[in-house]
């Protein structure tokens, strides 16, 4: 089995200047604000300052203020941005608002300013770096119908990959970094951790603001090394390296996806799950404890064969300790949906397959891997401990499959399938998505994989489009569903980083749970 990240995950000690650096923060934070507030309106810095507070991963602190100021740069948008020849500016305007659920024009005000009177982008810009990354960095909030953006993207990823190669451009490791992880796919914490640097050695950067994203960076790091070192406790009890010696053991690994208890107990029961079924249980054990489940009782435990009991009774414990939990805050309805969510969640039909080694068609497929992704499981799951902005109401839009969560499951299904098929294929596994679409069509796996990347970018603007204003749900409740494709795409952008840890997320983990970051 392969090595984990838990093997050296330093158990966390209390910070002795937990409250030295609060009250530093307090102070920092008051600077900021006071900033944020008095700068004017629709200027270039305080454009600027909104960008830094988001990527330095302080805007939690600051939601109300920046809420206020982005209402006031949209009143204004189409003036501005009609005005402004900046393309750096005006992408800047433009990704700031969308990402905030904003519905604004791409075209006039804004792309095709940057076009000759051929249609073609100014050859001028690609020497722009600055307005290159700008521009590359906002065509991410594309949605669908926007082939401006599309043809903005593949220009400034062309000439933004000569930058990369000269590392003696000022902004060559920006850019590097920016056609690897773009920000609108990137995780917030792991960003930010980034970004310091970058930030730091940007001689405009304010103090207030890097010091005051130090300190929470690390306030936060504590928070997570405690959480960490209990969920790591739970598990090392349970014992499942030894009693499940075929389930892969990535609890660290867990918590980096979602940066929660509860959660964190879910998904590592869940991956166990997905190897009892992917790679050990026969088809009759398999019908026992899908059964079990469906009954979710915990005399169903004596129907299941010894390992299975194992799994069965951690899962209903997890479960247990959740309804503890809400019922202390008068939120047990939670736990109907969270229960109701796991149930849906059968691999047995994929078991079925492996069984009489099917390859199913990419419709049959997709049908039940969108499901068995767990996907729509993780998001119900992720709500059950918000506070207020969660309703009953929530939980039938989730469980009702709207765009955004669909769109998820995409992205997590066709990403992981594309990097997994060569790790599975020494050992028995249920076909791929590259699989069935290979035999269905006739297509070869190069092939294969453009169309899946087509699909991953299409679900992308379905994502965007669920953003814009006026929303379904909560814009929290949409970041939730958004933050779990942004895992998706950290992990499983070039090979399966969960299941092969110590060669994609062991520097990650590292530096968002590990290092420390220097405050001076």
């Given amino acids: 089995m392969a090595p984990h990240l838990g093997e050296s995950f330093p158990y966390a000690s209390e910070c002795t200047n937990t409250h030295a650096y609060l009250e530093q923060q307090v102070q920092q934070l008051k600077e900021v604000r006071k900033m944020l507030i008095t700068d004017d309106d629709d200027s270039e810095q305080k454009l600027l300052l909104i960008d830094a507070i988001q990527r330095l991963g302080v805007a939690y602190h600051l939601e109300s203020e920046i809420d206020e100021a982005l209402q006031l740069v949209f009143d204004g948008y189409v003036i501005s941005a009609e005005e402004d020849d900046d393309a750096y500016t005006a992408a800047l305007r433009l990704r700031l608002l969308r990402q905030q659920g904003y519905n604004v024009s791409c075209g006039e005000c804004v792309f095709n300013k940057l076009k000759n009177s051929e249609g073609n982008f100014k050859e001028s810009l690609s020497s722009n770096v600055r307005g290159m990354l700008g521009s590359y960095e906002a065509t991410h909030l594309k949605v669908h119908g926007e082939d401006i953006l599309d043809e903005a993207l593949a220009f400034c990823t062309t000439h933004l990959q000569s930058v990369a190669k000269y590392s003696s451009n000022p902004f060559a490791e920006e850019v590097d970094h920016a056609l690897k ?3 609108r796919k990137g995780l917030t914490r792991l960003e930010a951790r980034h970004y310091f640097s970058i930030y730091q050695a940007d001689d405009s950067h304010n103090t207030a603001l890097l010091k005051l994203a130090k300190l929470d960076f690390n306030l936060l790091q504590k928070l997570h090394q405690k959480e960490l070192s209990e969920i790591s406790a739970w598990w090392k009890d349970l014992d499942f390296a ?22 964190t107990e879910v998904i590592a029961m869940t991956s166990v799950i997905d190897d009892i079924y992917d790679v050990y249980g026969t088809l009759e054990e398999l019908k026992l404890f899908t059964e079990a489940v469906e009954r979710w009782d915990i005399s169903a435990i004596d129907q299941l064969p010894e390992y299975m009991r194992v799994c069965y009774r951690a899962l209903l414990d997890v479960y247990s300790e959740i309804e503890e939990e809400m019922a202390k805050e008068g939120r047990s309805y939670r736990l109907y949906y969270a229960k109701e969510a796991v149930r849906l969640v059968s691999y047995h039909e994929e078991a079925k397959w492996l069984q009489v080694q099917q390859i199913p068609t990419m419709e049959e497929y997709m049908s039940v891997a969108l499901v068995t992704s767990a996907y729509s499981m993780l998001a119900t799951t992720s709500f059950v401990g918000m506070g207020d902005a969660v309703t009953e109401e929530t939980f039938d839009w989730v469980f009702s499959q709207p765009k955004i969560v669909r769109a998820s499951a995409i992205i997590c299904r066709l990403m992981d399938d594309m990097v997994s098929p060569k790790f599975e294929q020494n050992r028995e596994h249920v076909a791929s998505a590259v699989e069935c679409h290979v035999k269905q069509h006739g297509a070869s796996e190069q092939e294969t994989h453009k169309e899946f990347n087509k699909q991953v970018t299409n679900a992308w603007k379905d994502v965007n489009e669920e953003y814009l204003i006026p929303t379904a749900v909560p814009m929290t409740i949409l970041t939730r569903v958004l933050n779990l494709s942004r895992v998706i795409d950290v992990i499983y952008k070039n090979e399966d980083g969960y299941t092969h840890s110590r060669t994609v997320l062991k520097d990650f983990v590292t530096s968002m749970l590990i290092d420390s970051v220097p405050i001076l």
């Fill in 181 to 183: 992880q773009p920000i």
């Fill in 242 to 263: 030894h009693k499940l010696p075929f389930a892969r053991d990535r609890v660290v690994e867990c918590y980096f996806w979602i940066l929660g208890k509860i959660l």
